[in-house]
């Protein structure tokens, strides 16, 4: 059999196939905005999109994730389009990646692998690393079997053999749970930096930017702070907190926050590993949802976000700001829920309706004063 191609030591873009399982449960509209959504993951990984496919089921196959059929097809496909990487919108099971792999003869990877990824290439600071490292063996622990599976079969692979790839395998396992152990020992230490930090800011009104990734919530960040964070169409661009205090013309000390971006199926790796990072958001005084409204799709956006900031105790008041207003002119929201969330539409990038929002703020920041003693003022 022809050596399995990497798709971590290819030079050029590998060509990837996309294929996703629709459940009869789940909507195939939906289904295939969420195919579509892994096309744009792939590309932020710098891999080229050859072809997509997705398959109605009423379940997932416990041993190949898709039907016979479909796997035969793309068998087919994956030689005939030189394909270098398999991508399945779904997570796999250990079982799952490694009796594809063997048919395909490719890499395989899950969604949750490949977003693994693009916070790998996206992390810079030390704590960042640390968190995309952390997520990354928690996902690779209960795979490392697959390592090693070729040493147990030369030792005849019977139940109860211990051979000495079983040895090896045993080793890492233990390797890789020390590694993991020193990382939340770091990211422990790191968080409770980052508890003394927050002390010095209890009389400044704090302010995070949240929403589904590609909202434009840096771009909204820079126009309201006259940043200059990195805005990328590309999906993940940010991942550590970025943070700007303010002034003027605010009556107390604003200090607004720019945070990673959320997606459907977020690994629980990463949303376990990022804690203390998110901890910026579920600490803040006041959340500006940021929305893409040019997206038809937005209400399950909004929902997804929502779901994670109930997931990590974010319970701020909350400020919509419905973005690109300027590719939407008609554009109006509709009463997702008949809670008190401000409303705003505006455009990060044109300035339209940002006015609207600063008004906003700057009430929040006199209440916010009202709240400070004379004695700890501005």
Request: charged letters at 30%; one cysteine or more; a positive charge.
């Amino acid at each position: 059999m022809a050596r399995k191609k990497s798709y971590e030591t290819n030079q050029k873009s590998p060509r990837a196939f996309l294929v996703g399982v629709c459940l009869t449960s789940t909507k195939k509209a939906q289904a295939r905005e969420l195919l579509d959504e892994l096309a744009e993951l792939t590309r932020s990984a710098d891999a080229e999109v050859v072809d997509t496919l997705l398959q109605v089921r009423k379940k997932f196959d416990p041993a190949t994730y898709m039907g016979k059929g479909l796997l035969s097809t793309l068998v087919e496909r994956v030689e005939a389009d030189e394909i270098d990487l398999v991508v399945l919108d779904d997570p796999l099971t250990p079982a799952q990646q490694r009796n594809l792999e063997e048919k395909l003869n490719v890499n395989v990877v899950d969604r949750s692998r490949l977003i693994l990824d693009i916070f790998a290439r996206r992390a810079r600071t030390a704590e960042a690393m640390a968190q995309v490292e952390l997520a990354q063996l928690e996902y690779l622990l209960p795979r490392l079997t697959r390592a090693w599976g070729h040493l147990s079969r030369q030792y005849g692979g019977a139940i109860g053999a211990r051979g000495p790839g079983e040895t090896q395998l045993e080793v890492d396992r233990r390797r890789v749970r020390d590694k993991i152990s020193k990382l939340k020992e770091r990211l422990k230490k790191i968080g409770e930096q980052r508890t003394l930090r927050r002390k010095g800011r209890e009389n400044a009104l704090k302010v995070a930017f949240v929403g589904y990734t590609n909202a434009g919530k840096s771009t909204l960040f820079n126009r309201i702070t006259k940043s200059s964070v990195q805005v990328d169409k590309r999906l993940f661009m940010t991942l550590d907190p970025t943070s700007r205090m303010m002034a003027s013309p605010f009556p107390c000390r604003v200090i607004f926050t720019d945070t990673v971006g959320f997606i459907r199926k977020l690994p629980h790796e990463l949303v376990e590993s990022f804690k203390s990072t998110l901890e910026e958001v579920s600490q803040a005084d006041l959340l500006i949802h940021v929305i893409d409204c040019s997206d038809e799709n937005y209400p399950d956006k909004v929902f997804q976000t929502e779901k994670i900031l109930s997931e990590i105790g974010a319970n701020a008041p909350v400020i919509r700001a419905f973005n690109k207003i300027d590719l939407n002119p008609d554009f109006l929201p509709n009463p997702e829920k008949s809670d008190s969330s401000k409303t705003v539409l505006l455009s990060a990038k044109s300035g339209q309706g940002v006015d609207e929002l600063k008004a906003v703020l700057l009430e929040k920041s006199r209440e916010k004063s009202q709240k400070i003693p004379l004695s700890q003022g501005k």
